[in-house]
């Protein structure tokens, strides 16, 4: 009979390189079914990194999803621009300044918040001095409004105009004294909802 032969040694090489690669992949496949199992039982075994606006730190407080926003949480930031929500800090004699906010969630999950007109106040000031406040505007008409803040993005409300006068408990409107231009400076500051505005936008009237 004839002598059988053995493999060589490199036969013997490719065999151990072919098992060992089927040996990871298999390993591979169980460590995978592992973390789809506990990620459909669990349900928040992965976490989502925030990318927010620089300045910006996510909250450490635990929400359910689709909850009420707890306090704290959401970012207000007070803008002052144009009409179509340009940013400016400077305005010719000719054109009227426009007002609103961003909100911001924080959170790592999206909530909901109340960003209604009746909850909203914006306050001017030159110094220290109140020029004008929305709170002395007729309010009747102004409700409230939840919407939903997808986490880690921020939302900007409609830019409204202010008419560069005085408001007083007669009113807020076009009606009102105007206030001092010729380079005077003036900032914005706006509170919705109980939360503050973490910046004070400066803007000067030419």
Not at 84 to 93: L, N, R, V, W, Y
């Amino acid at each position: 009979m004839p002598k059988s032969r053995r493999p060589s040694p490199e036969v013997y090489r490719r065999r151990r390189i072919a098992a060992l690669i089927v040996l990871v992949v298999f390993v591979g496949l169980i460590w995978a079914g592992v973390n789809a199992i506990s990620s459909w039982l669990g349900g928040s075994s992965s976490t989502t990194e925030l990318e927010l606006p620089e300045g910006m730190a996510e909250s450490s407080v635990e929400v359910q999803a689709g909850g009420t926003c707890p306090p704290g949480t959401v970012v207000v930031e007070a803008r002052v621009g144009s009409s179509s929500g340009e940013i400016k800090d400077a305005f010719t004699p000719d054109e009227t300044p426009h007002i609103w906010f961003t909100l911001t969630n924080t959170n790592s999950v999206d909530c909901t918040f109340n960003a209604g007109g009746k909850v909203q106040l914006f306050t001017i000031q030159s110094g220290d001095e109140v020029i004008w406040k929305s709170a002395q505007c007729n309010r009747d008409e102004l409700v409230d409004s939840s919407i939903n803040l997808p986490f880690g993005e921020s939302i900007e409300s409609e830019p409204s105009p202010w008419e560069k006068v005085f408001s007083s408990d007669s009113g807020c409107g076009a009606e009102q004294p105007p206030v001092i231009t010729d380079g005077a400076s003036y900032h914005l500051k706006v509170e919705v909802n109980g939360e503050l505005s973490n910046n004070s936008q400066q803007f000067v009237l030419n």
